[in-house]
T-cell receptor, first 122, second 113 residues
């Protein structure tokens, strides 16, 4: 099956520093990757949609200058939390949507999730 | 905007008990519905999905879900749970403006051996 990895799985940083989280599709090409955020006992909330070679589309209320997204290739998207603050502490999950054509074939709109990154800002 | 509600925050069952987890979405029309499971320390995995056709959908690990359009519901069921089913279960609908999934808050299932 399709595998999506995230690195790091867990990060602790000081307030004011920046943290980069990588999301990779390991065995397929993803034209679209989604970044979600999950607070404890809450649902996953979409932060932004990342399309290879173009600017990310941010959801309302998500600061694009704070959460920088780069989708430089069909297998890698990065989320950088700039000048992190304690309120940014959360669980960040990415998902990747394969190209519809290609080998192996994937079901339309199926997304594959990474294992998530736990960010703690002190 | 589309939304998803899951009625149970935490369900505790004994092994061999039957399971039903509720999920309702907010409005109709064509809907694509999903159930995902997240085992402790692992990533979200797709259990089953409904796009069209037979409203009773069978998924992996013995799970099934029934799409009832009149009730805006897509409840997840399993006749006999096992300890290994202990996990968090998320209902989702494809409904975001970017083709993204909209998730419910999740239901934590604890199965006692």
């Amino acid at each position: 099956g399709a595998v999506v990895s995230q690195h790091p799985s867990r990060v602790i940083c000081k307030s004011g520093t920046s943290v980069k989280i990588e999301c990779r599709s390991l065995d397929f090409q993803a034209t679209t990757m989604f970044w979600y955020r999950q607070f404890p006992k809450q649902s996953l909330m979409l932060m932004a949609t990342s399309n290879e070679g173009s600017k990310a589309t941010y959801e309302q209320g998500v600061e694009k200058d704070k959460f920088l997204i780069n989708h430089a290739s069909l297998t890698l998207s990065t989320l950088t939390v700039t000048s992190a603050h304690p309120e940014d502490s959360s669980f960040y999950i990415c998902s990747a949507q394969p190209e519809l054509a290609g080998d192996p074939p994937f079901s339309y709109n199926e997304q594959f999730f990474g294992p998530g990154t736990r960010l703690t800002v002190l | 905007a589309q939304s998803v509600s899951q009625h149970n925050h935490h369900v505790i069952l004994s092994e061999a008990a039957s399971l039903e987890l509720g999920c309702n979405y907010s409005y109709g029309g064509t809907v694509n519905l999903f159930w995902y499971v997240q085992y402790p320390g692992q990533h979200l995995q797709l259990l089953l999905k409904y796009f069209s056709g037979d409203p009773l959908v069978k998924g992996i690990k013995g799970f099934e879900a029934e799409f009832i359009k009149s009730k805006f519901s897509f409840n997840l069921r399993k006749p006999s749970v096992q300890w290994s089913d202990t996990a968090e279960y998320f209902c989702a609908v494809l409904g975001g403006s970017q083709g993204n999934l909209i998730f419910g808050k999740g239901t934590k299932l604890s199965v006692k051996p």
